[in-house]
């Protein structure tokens, strides 16, 4: 086992040795190379700004001014569906208005026809209903005259008959018409 420890150790310092360790400084950092580093560091900013400012900006500028023209017709043609539906709704709103004054109207003529056919048909029933209490009338009118002078002879008759009764005397005719009149007058 020490002997493999020995191999490891060995291994390891003849790599130190061999790339020169860690006391030589990162080369980015070392002053001998320093210039170079800038001179390279400027010669890939030139090209990386020529790339972007003459391939990727330009292709960019267009897609945003695509975009905005897109957007910029749309929202023109959105103002514009906006218009024709607030003209639509309108002449919705107005077609509707008509529409329930046009009901309106029926109705209200519906309702002063059918009035006019109730004050007919009143008007004909009551008419009938006079015609039929005029003749009631009249019937009643001859059934009390023809009941009345009945009610004279049979009042005649029945008097002369309870004068006899009591008295066992059938009494005048006429004197019983007398006494009738009298208490009919009285």
Request: glycine share 6%.
């Amino acid at each position: 086992m020490e002997k493999e420890t020995a191999v490891a150790q060995g291994q390891s310092t003849s790599h130190t040795q061999a790339d020169g360790g860690h006391k030589a400084s990162f080369p980015p950092f070392e002053s001998s190379t320093f210039a170079s580093q800038l001179v390279s560091l400027a010669i890939a900013f030139g090209l990386l700004y020529l790339i972007v400012s003459r391939l990727a900006l330009p292709r960019v500028g267009g897609i945003l001014a695509a975009r905005k023209q897109v957007l910029d017709t749309d929202l023109a043609e959105a103002a514009k569906l906006k218009a024709d539906s607030d003209a639509a709704l309108k002449s919705y709103e107005t077609e509707l208005a008509n529409a329930r004054a046009k009901a309106q109207a029926m109705a209200s003529e519906v309702r002063e026809k059918l009035n006019a056919e109730q004050d007919a048909a009143k008007a004909k029933l009551e008419e009938s209903l006079n015609a039929k209490l005029a003749s009631a009338e009249q019937t009643i009118a001859s059934t009390r005259a023809t009941a009345m002078s009945n009610v004279r002879g049979i009042a005649s008759d029945t008097a002369s008959a309870i004068v006899e009764r009591l008295t066992g005397v059938t009494p005048d005719a006429g004197a019983v018409n007398a006494a009738l009149d009298a208490s009919l007058k009285g």
